[in-house]
T-cell receptor, first 113, second 115 residues
Framework: DQQVKQNSPSLSVQEGRISILNCDYT??????FLWYKKYPAEGPTFLIS?????DKNEDGRFTVFLNKSAKHLSLHIVPSQPGDSAVYFC????????????FGTGTRLQVFP | NAGVMQNPRHLVRRRGQEARLRCSPM?????VYWYRQLPEEGLKFMVY????????ESGMPKERFSAEFPKEGPSILRIQQVVRGDSAAYFC?????????????FGDGTRLSIL
C-alpha cells in the first residue's frame, strides 16, 4: 500500500525555468510533509517541510504547496540550476504514534543548460 | 563533521554471515531511525530508537534483524544469516528531542552487498 506517491519518475527542465515536482498521499492523518534531495551515493538532504495546518511554505528558491482537499503537494524550484539535478523524495510524517517518515519513490530532476 | 556518521560505507558479506551497520547520530540528537532503500525504490522505514529503547520496530522483518541504541556508543543494525535479498542501501537518520515534526537528518548510508 503506497501511501505517498510520486507518479513522475523523471523531469527535465531548462536552467532558469521553474521545476515543479508533485506528490500525492492517501493518509489524511499525516501531520507534516517534507521534501528531501538526494545525490548518488549520498544520504537524503532535508530541503523544506510544511505542516498540515498550512498551505504554503517558502525558503529561498524552494516553495512547497499543500492542497489538503486533493491530498496533493508540490515543490516548486525557481529558478532551476544545474546543481539542482538530483532525485527528490516527498515524505510524510506519521505523528499519531511515532515520527517515522513514509517516502515516495522519488522523481529524478535534470536541469540542463 | 557534525553530521550523522555511518560505517562502513560499503559492506560485502556472503550468504549466512552476519552484517553489523553502525550509526552515530548528530550531536545533541537522541532519536535514531533506520531506513532501507532497495534499487529504484524509495526509502522504507525499519525502526525508531531512543537511547536504550526501541520505540517503533513495525518496519523490521520479524526474523534475523535487530537494532539497538545503547546508552554509550552508536546505534547498531544487525542482520543475521544474510540472504541475497538483504542487498540494499541502509540509511540512518537522527533528530533532536524537541518534539514532533523536527526534520530527520540522514547519513550517507551503508551499501550492503550479499555474495
Amino acid at each position: 500500500d503506497q501511501q505517498v506517491k510520486q507518479n513522475s519518475p523523471s523531469l527535465s527542465v531548462q536552467e532558469g525555468r521553474i521545476s515543479i515536482l508533485n506528490c500525492d498521499y492517501t493518509n489524511s492523518m499525516f501531520d507534516y510533509f517534507l521534501w528531501y534531495k538526494k545525490y548518488p551515493a549520498e544520504g537524503p538532504t532535508f530541503l523544506i517541510s510544511i505542516s498540515s495546518i498550512k498551505d504554503k511554505n517558502e525558503d529561498g528558491r524552494f516553495t512547497v504547496f499543500l492542497n489538503k482537499s486533493a491530498k496533493h503537494l508540490s515543490l516548486h524550484i525557481v529558478p532551476s540550476q544545474p546543481g539542482d539535478s538530483a532525485v527528490y523524495f516527498c515524505a510524510a510524517l506519521v505523528s499519531y504514534n511515532t515520527d517515522k517518515l513514509i517516502f515516495g519513490t522519488g522523481t529524478r530532476l535534470q536541469v540542463f543548460p | 563533521n557534525a553530521g550523522v556518521m555511518q560505517n562502513p560505507r560499503h559492506l560485502v558479506r556472503r550468504r549466512g554471515q552476519e552484517a553489523r551497520l553502525r550509526c552515530s547520530p548528530m550531536k545533541g540528537h537522541s532519536h535514531v531511525y533506520w531506513y532501507r532503500q532497495l534499487p529504484e525504490e524509495g526509502l522504507k522505514f525499519m525502526v525508531y530508537l531512543q537511547k536504550e529503547n526501541i520505540i517503533d520496530e513495525s518496519g523490521m522483518p520479524k526474523e534475523r534483524f535487530s537494532a539497538e541504541f545503547p546508552k554509550e556508543g552508536p546505534s547498531i543494525l544487525r542482520i543475521q544469516q544474510v540472504v541475497r535479498g538483504d542487498s540494499a542501501a541502509y540509511f540512518c537518520a537522527s533528530s533532536p528531542p524537541e518534539g514532533r515534526g523536527q526534520p530527520q537528518h540522514f547519513g550517507d548510508g551503508t551499501r550492503l552487498s550479499i555474495l
